[in-house]
Antibody, heavy 118, light 106 residues
Framework: EVQLVESGGGLVQPGGSLRLSCAASGFTFSSYWMSWVRQAPGKGLEWVANIKQDGSEKYYVDSVKGRFTISRDNAKNSLYLQMNSLRAEDTAVYYC???????????WGQGTLVTVSS | DIQMTQSPSTLSASVGDRVTITCRASQSISSWLAWYQQKPGKAPKLLIYKASSLESGVPSRFSGSGSGTEFTLTISSLQPDDFATYYCQQYNRPWTFGQGTKVEIK
């Protein structure tokens, strides 16, 4: 059974940092692009970043460029999102998602809540 | 980036109704369009991919159509479990999502 389990969310002050993790199981993690998607409270979905199977390509939404870094450890079947210089507008539930390419993202984790507030 | 516009934002319907949601892309995305259902506090669930392909395990009352810039999601006979918010997504990287359509009980 495919599972994606996020962790690392919490309350952080503006300007602070947080590292999210996504533990994958039930599939060959190293064969898939992976992505982070976020959802602010009561709002829609926003893609944040994605990473190629071997980590050689990474892409970000403009609003997080220079502040967030996506990475992965295929040996540990894990995806990460290092978030620095956090702002109030980064407050959201963060989901990791498996990218099936032409067949669309299929599995999503349950999400982890990040709250940026003083 | 490609902008996705969904309509309507909210839809009131009754059990048994036929429901249609529209999604428009700001430029052609061929058939790289997915539809998701999301319930409060839960992750999105994939319903349709490549505009019209039904994801495994999804009831056949859900169907998708369209290509290029105009797409629709149809629920042929609305069931109690279908009251939720629906999102379209174009998945030509970078991904973008529509703003969502909330289907509520009339």
């Amino acid at each position: 059974e495919v599972q994606l389990v996020e962790s690392g969310g919490g309350l952080v002050q503006p300007g602070g940092s947080l590292r999210l993790s996504c533990a994958a199981s039930g599939f060959t993690f190293s064969s898939y692009w992976m992505s982070w998607v976020r959802q602010a409270p009561g709002k829609g979905l926003e893609w944040v970043a994605n990473i190629k199977q071997d980590g050689s390509e990474k892409y970000y939404v403009d609003s997080v460029k220079g502040r967030f870094t996506i990475s992965r450890d295929n040996a540990k079947n894990s995806l990460y999102l290092q978030m620095n210089s956090l702002r109030a507008e980064d407050t959201a539930v963060y989901y990791c998602a498996r990218d099936r390419g032409i067949f669309a993202p299929d599995y999503w984790g349950q999400g982890t809540l990040v709250t940026v507030s003083s | 980036d490609i902008q996705m516009t969904q309509s309507p934002s909210t839809l009131s319907a009754s059990v048994g109704d036929r429901v249609t949601i529209t999604c428009r892309a700001s430029q052609s995305i061929s058939s790289w369009l997915a539809w998701y259902q999301q319930k409060p506090g839960k992750a999105p669930k994939l319903l349709i991919y490549k505009a019209s392909s039904l994801e495994s395990g999804v009831p056949s009352r859900f169907s998708g159509s369209g290509s290029g810039t105009e797409f629709t999601l149809t629920i042929s006979s609305l069931q109690p479990d279908d009251f939720a918010t629906y999102y379209c997504q174009q998945y030509n990287r970078p991904w973008t999502f529509g703003q969502g359509t909330k289907v509520e009980i009339k």
